[in-house]
């Protein structure tokens, strides 16, 4: 098989800007963690992107099986999408919500008629808009947090005692979301924000409990838990970041159990969900609250292989192949620690 393994931050489709060094330190990880994993199997033949201001990767300066395309401007990224996808038989694609970037580069996929290792566009565009991602779950009594647009938050404020989280309707991870602690500060902040802005972030009240995450596979008819995750995240200047991850952490108060019956309600309401997915939740009030829906794979699969003792793309491949319901049950859940 023809693969096309593409990671949008470092793979030269931002070689005209300035390149933000958290997302490409994350990006380069994911992108090396799905490459690692897929020159363990036999039968795939590789291609991938580069931005060329990143240091090159070695498994294709050793190969002459696998290619990487060098990018250092719009055009030479626009052939080098297309070759690429020309020429693969599948297409796995890591890429930000934002701005629809996911979903319309898996509708280009779709569009070619190429294998999608990941989530049809429709899932993609209801997970990506925060706002009616969580009224779509409400509809299917699945706990989530109330969730306000920021431009109806001056005729319709609501109290809460812990303060409120701002971030973009369509954000990935923590950019850009901030912790007010009052209405006022909230209520100052939005007042020197351009009407355009305010309908393209929302408001959610800051909930005290554990940040968490899941891991999942999911199949057309079926899922795996792969892991419960702690995120670790500290707050600077009102901003919230995303510092570390345990993932399979071991204290969480949420059982394999519950969170199997959680992702499955997800699947249900959510259809088009496929391959490597990540839920975050926050775990308070003996309640776990779906906070966001990543409708591809995140940063928790760097670790999965060390923390499963298996190869996630293999089972990705296989699930693909014969179903998850013949794959082996996974038989290890190792506690990883890791920084990002």
């Known amino acids: 098989m023809k693969l096309f393994v593409y990671e949008h931050i470092t793979s030269g489709a931002l070689s005209e800007q300035t390149l933000p060094d958290s997302l490409v330190n994350e990006g380069h990880a994911m992108l090396m963690a799905v490459l690692r994993d897929c020159t363990n199997l036999d039968q795939l033949t590789l291609s991938t992107m580069r931005d060329q201001r990143l240091t090159t990767i070695e498994l294709f300066d050793l190969s002459t099986q696998h290619s990487c395309h060098l990018i250092s401007n719009s055009l030479d990224y626009a052939q080098a999408w297309q070759h690429c996808l020309d020429r693969a038989d599948a297409v796995l694609i890591i890429a930000p919500e934002t701005d629809n970037t996911l979903a319309n580069l898996q509708q280009q996929a779709l569009d070619a008629d190429k294998i999608i290792l990941g989530c049809h566009p429709s899932a993609i565009q209801i997970s990506?808009?925060?706002?009616?991602?969580?009224?779509?779950?409400?509809?299917?009594?699945?706990?989530?947090?109330?969730?306000?647009?920021?431009?109806?938050?001056?005729?319709?404020?609501?109290?809460?005692?812990?303060?409120?989280?701002?971030?973009?309707?369509?954000?990935?991870?923590?950019?850009?979301?901030?912790?007010?602690?009052?209405?006022?500060?909230?209520?100052?902040?939005?007042?020197?924000?351009?009407?355009?802005?305010?309908?393209?972030?929302?408001?959610?009240?800051?909930?005290?409990?554990?940040?968490?995450?899941l891991s999942l596979l999911v199949s057309d008819d079926d899922l795996d838990v792969l892991a419960i995750n702690q995120q670790h995240i500290t707050t600077s200047q009102q901003q919230l970041k995303l510092t570390a991850c345990s993932i399979n952490a071991s204290s969480l108060p949420f059982t394999l159990e519950q969170a199997h019956q959680l992702a499955q309600q997800i699947r249900i309401a959510i259809p088009g969900l496929w391959g490597h997915i990540g839920i975050d939740i926050i775990l308070a009030q003996d309640t776990a609250f779906v906070i966001d829906i990543n409708p591809r794979l995140t940063s928790s699969y760097i670790a999965l292989s060390d923390s499963l003792n298996l190869n996630p793309m293999s089972r990705l491949l296989n699930m693909r192949s014969q179903g998850l319901m013949a794959l082996p049950p996974i038989s290890q859940r190792k506690t990883v620690e890791f920084d990002l």
């Open 128 to 213: 990506s808009n925060k706002y009616l991602c969580s009224e779509s779950l409400a509809n299917y009594n699945i706990p989530v947090i109330k969730t306000c647009l920021a431009s109806n938050w001056l005729a319709q404020p609501f109290s809460h005692q812990a303060g409120y989280i701002l971030k973009p309707i369509d954000g990935a991870g923590c950019i850009d979301t901030y912790w007010f602690k009052t209405p006022e500060a909230l209520t100052q902040h939005l007042s020197t924000q351009d009407a355009a802005i305010l309908s393209q972030v929302i408001i959610q009240p800051y909930l005290e409990g554990i940040s968490a995450s």
